[in-house]
């Protein structure tokens, strides 16, 4: 291999690397300020919470999925827009079901 390839290549994995690490680190940030912002704001205790995963995809760019112990089969979604944490959708965790009720809906603040 030519030496100015070995540098390209050392290069693109050194980015690679380091772009994951910092998406890596974004998410546990995004993950740990939803958890805070349960625990703190909403008065949910950590055993509350079954599963808490954060997502970057199409609309909304950044979202996380919250699972609670009690209803492990809705998935509740929360964002995080100029400091203010909301929830903004929910659905089950598989299928679908109208006539489902769940249980931890929270009303938006105006």
């Known amino acids: 291999m030519k030496k100015r390839t070995k540098i390209i290549l050392v290069t693109l994995i050194i980015v690679y690397g380091v772009a994951s690490l910092a998406l890596h680190s974004f998410r546990n940030q995004m993950n740990n300020e939803i958890i805070h912002y349960l625990v703190d704001a909403r008065d949910?205790?950590?055993?509350?919470?079954?599963?808490?995963?954060?997502?970057?995809?199409?609309?909304?760019?950044?979202?996380?999925?919250?699972?609670?112990?009690?209803?492990?089969?809705?998935?509740?979604?929360?964002?995080?827009?100029?400091?203010?944490?909301?929830?903004?959708?929910?659905?089950?965790?598989?299928?679908?079901?109208?006539?489902?009720?769940?249980?931890?809906i929270e009303e938006r603040l105006p």
Request: charged share 30%; no cysteine; glycine share 4%.
């Open 44 to 104: 949910y205790k950590n055993e509350d919470l079954y599963k808490v995963y954060t997502q970057i995809g199409k609309a909304p760019v950044v979202s996380t999925t919250v699972i609670f112990a009690d209803e492990p089969n809705a998935r509740y979604f929360y964002r995080k827009e100029k400091d203010l944490i909301y929830q903004y959708s929910m659905a089950p965790v598989k299928g679908s079901d109208p006539k489902y009720t769940y249980k931890h």
